[in-house]
């Protein structure tokens, strides 16, 4: 069944940003892990995405350079959902020189509560990300399956 951007926004948040996140390693198999993921436009690009964020140096850093695209699956009982689409990274290991450097603990703050996050102490979350080098992680919703 094809689903509609309303319904993903939907299951993510009765998922409370839930997800597995998968992609190919360079030998053909399927990388997968659990991410707190959300819907929000990609700050660059414009266009609607899964974001979710992720620490730097991750194995799974690695592989979204490399392949360039991911699925990223939120379920709910027996209902589900997967988007698919092309990956863009935004970070301190991979900066866009269409955003600006300064913005990257406001735009971690926007993916985090996309995915449902709350924080008691900003300022601690972002001395946090800033010392894990985290990153954004966009999944443009290019197609979206599902039974939903």
Request: aromatic content about 6%; overall charge neutral; proline content about 5%.
């Amino acid at each position: 069944m094809t689903a509609d951007l309303d319904q993903l926004r939907a299951l993510t948040q009765e998922e409370n940003g839930l997800a597995t996140v998968a992609t190919t390693r360079a030998d053909g198999t399927v990388h997968a892990s659990v991410v707190n993921a959300g819907v929000l436009d990609d700050p660059v690009t414009g266009k609607p995405s899964v974001g979710f964020v992720a620490i730097g140096g991750a194995h799974k850093l690695a592989l979204l350079r490399r392949t360039g695209h991911a699925t990223v699956t939120f379920r709910r009982g027996w209902r589900w959902l997967s988007v698919t689409g092309q990956v863009h990274l935004i970070g301190p290991d991979d900066p866009d020189p269409a955003f600006p450097t300064d913005g990257l603990p406001t735009l971690l703050r926007e993916v985090f509560r996309a995915a449902t996050g709350t924080h008691d102490n900003w300022a601690e979350y972002d001395r946090v990300m800033a010392a894990e080098r985290r990153a954004a992680v966009f999944v443009t919703v290019g197609k979206i399956i599902g039974n939903g």
